[in-house]
Every structure is written in C-alpha cells, then in structure tokens.
DNA sequence: CTGAAAAGTTACCGATCTGTACCGCACGTT
DNA sequence: AACGTGCGGTACAGATCGGTAACTTTTCAG
C-alpha cells in the first residue's frame, strides 16, 4: 500500500476499482496511519490516483470522506468480530478469550495506531462531527455485544460487566499506542477474566 | 477563561503575568479543549493577549509550545494525583480507591476532553514528537506508581495488575470521551478491585 | 455507431497555516 | 534621566488547506 497509484482517463474497465474505492482504500490506510487531520485531500488525491474532481464528486466535503471512512471501519471491524466469535457459537467464554486475544494481536502489530473510532472522538472536538456519530455508535454496539456475551456467562450484574469490559477493551486498545506490553494477550485475558467473578 | 485578554504594550508590571505564563494558560485550556491540530498559534495569540512575535521570542516553534502543554499539564496531574494519593499515606487500599475516584469525577465533568496525553498520542502519528514523549513518560510513570502502590496491597504479581490498572484507567479516560456511564464511580473502583483478586 | 456515464486535466479561489523582520513603546533599575 | 529588557504593532512570506469551474477523454451499453 506504499505506491502511488497511476491515474487513468476515462470511465474505469469493468476489472479496475471505481474512484469511490480508491478513494476509500488510500482514506481508509492514510486517515488511520497519519491521523485525519494531517492527511490532506490532496494527499488522498495524489496517492490514490484519483482527481481531485472526482473526490468531490464522490464525496460533498471532506467530512462527508472522513465518515465514509468510518464506516468502512466500522463494517470491517463488525466483520472482524462476527467470524471471531462465530468460531465459538457455542462456548461464549471461548468467543470472549478469542476476540480479547485477536484484539491483542492487533495490538501487537507494528502498524497498529490505535482504535479509529476512539481516534476519531480524539481527533474532533464536536461530538457531533459525522464521523463521530459512527464512533459512538460503534462503541455503544460493542457495549451491548459484550453485554449479551456476559450474560450468557451468567455473571450477577451484566450490564456493568459488560462497561467494564469495554473499559478495559478500550483501554487495551489506547494504551496500545503509548507502549505494548510483552504479554499484553495474558494480560487481556486475564483481566478480563477477573472481571466476570 | 472565555474572555479575550487584552494586549498592554512594554514590560509587564510586576503584578502582572508574563506573556509565557499568559501563552502557556491559554494553550492549557484551548489545547486540551479544541485539541492542538484544530487550534492555530493566532488563535493562541489572540486568545492569550499577546503579541505573535512574543510567543516565537518565548518558544521557537508550535512544537515546542505542544511539549510546554505537555510538560505543564504532566506536571498539573502529578500534583493532583500526590495530593490525592497522600491524604491516605497509611492506607494504600483507600489511597488508590481515592484516586479511581477523583479520576471518575474528573471524568464526569462537563468539560472533560478525554487525557491530554493519550490525546496527543493520538494526534501525533511521529512516537518521537515532543509531545509524546511527555506522554509516554507520564504513562510509564503512572504504571510505576500504581506497581508501587499495588505492591503495597500485597497482590501476587504487582506488575502484572499494575499493568492491568493502568489500561483500566486509560480505559475510563478514552471511554468517557465517547460516553460516560451514569454510575462511572461505582464501576471503575470495583473494576479495580476485582483486578487486585 | 452513438451517447451517457465516469473519469482525468488544468487552473484557479480564498482562507488559513506556521513563522519572520523591523520597528516602537513602557516598565523597572540604576 | 538613561538604559536594558520585555513586549506589542504591522506587515508579510511561503506553504498548505478545502473546494470549484470548464473542458477533455475513455469505457460500456444500446
């Protein structure tokens, strides 16, 4: 994903991506790896291949591009989530220790830069920013998506649970960025475990 | 600190604040509040009452004005964290009990922007920025202090729940950007001491 | 073969960004 | 009264920002 892509007059071949695609694919790798706001359109432009007219055709403003690209994350990341737990249907202990360690490996990665979504609510003051609205709606999925796991586990207060899972979640996930720990899977994990009792 | 504060040529009056203590109070709150990428040094100008060329004499760049927010507000949060940790010096339980409480109750605040330091983590994608390395000094400061007092409470391995401490807390901090839970208190302290089990 | 759709080219706009040069003014000290 | 220090005023440079207008070129479907 380092080159620059060569742009091409004309309607796209039927095998070549749409400007819309481009545009998201480059948005979606610059917005996360060099934040939003130090990633100008113009970069987005020129390392996507794609005319500055066709953005703004595409897209109506660059804010309108900066919730596109969140939720592009946002369906990846749920894509993420469903074939993780799926994989334990039937054991939703097993599906928590599966996300809580893909979320570590996650962590791991050198490329990782923090949670796009918590990113996003960093990044703009205004809470009603587009881009904002997916974040929060992210979040508070997640909540709930924890919150049904939790119960299953028949734990007395699921509700809190399941906040203070997210906490912890999110917290793994912003503490990423600062420092890794050796072992943060075991430590995910357990902590995690700790608190279901 | 809506108000505007009005410029006044010459040296300043003994009474007066210098312009540093005037830019830097300023950049304190629109910083934190408006975040550094969205607020322009003349708006830090205007704000502050002082002079463009003013705030070049005093720091040599934008940047070095970041790291002087960073180092301000570093050293404004170990004051608060001391003063808090220190009316319970007998009573490590309580004292760290007092800070996750505190911590709730900034957290709650209408104002609240989220850490100022997981903040410029995430505005700044370069780890080498001056900013970021005052945050990530105050990260791995605060890991050691909650290894120190953990240690104090006799757990197994202090440096493991420290570790899982601190991702709780910086948990809380980013969670309460996006949504703060009604009960936030409550749940963050018995998140906390199911981490000490 | 023709025409609509989807794209690229060029050139630009006004605003805003960080940062600088030069000069004038007021206060505290001696 | 004189002077150094700290500061404000004005003006501007150069880059970058998001965004637009008018026109040309390519592909695909009919």
């Known amino acids: 994903m380092e080159e620059v892509a060569t742009p091409r007059r004309g309607a796209p071949r039927k095998t070549d991506a ?10 979606n790798e610059l917005f996360y790896r060099e934040g939003v706001h130090t990633t100008g359109v ?3 432009v020129e390392r996507s291949g794609v005319s500055k007219t066709s953005l703004y055709r595409v897209f109506r403003s660059k804010d309108e591009l ?3 690209f969140a939720t592009e994350r946002d369906r990846s990341f749920w894509s993420w989530w469903d074939r993780t737990a799926k994989r334990h249907a039937d054991d939703p202990r097993a599906a928590l220790e599966a996300l809580l360690s893909g979320l570590a490996k996650l962590i791991g990665r050198p490329d990782y830069r923090g949670c796009p979504f ?3 609510a960093t990044e703009f003051p205004d809470p009603d920013h587009p881009g904002r609205l997916v974040a929060r709606a992210n979040k508070e999925e997640m909540r709930t998506r924890l919150a049904d796991i939790v119960a299953q586990l028949g734990v007395a207060d699921p509700e809190r649970v399941a906040s203070q899972m ?7 996930m912003v503490t990423g960025i600062v420092a890794v720990p050796a ?3 075991d430590e995910l994990v357990d902590a995690a475990m700790k608190l279901l009792t």
């Open 118 to 120: 918590l990113n996003l």
């Open 42 to 44: 113009d970069t987005v």
């Open 183 to 185: 072992d943060l899977k």
């Open 66 to 68: 900066i919730a596109a």
């Open 18 to 27: 749409s400007a819309r695609e481009r545009i998201l694919a480059t948005a």
């Open 166 to 172: 997210a906490m912890l979640m999110n917290g793994a």
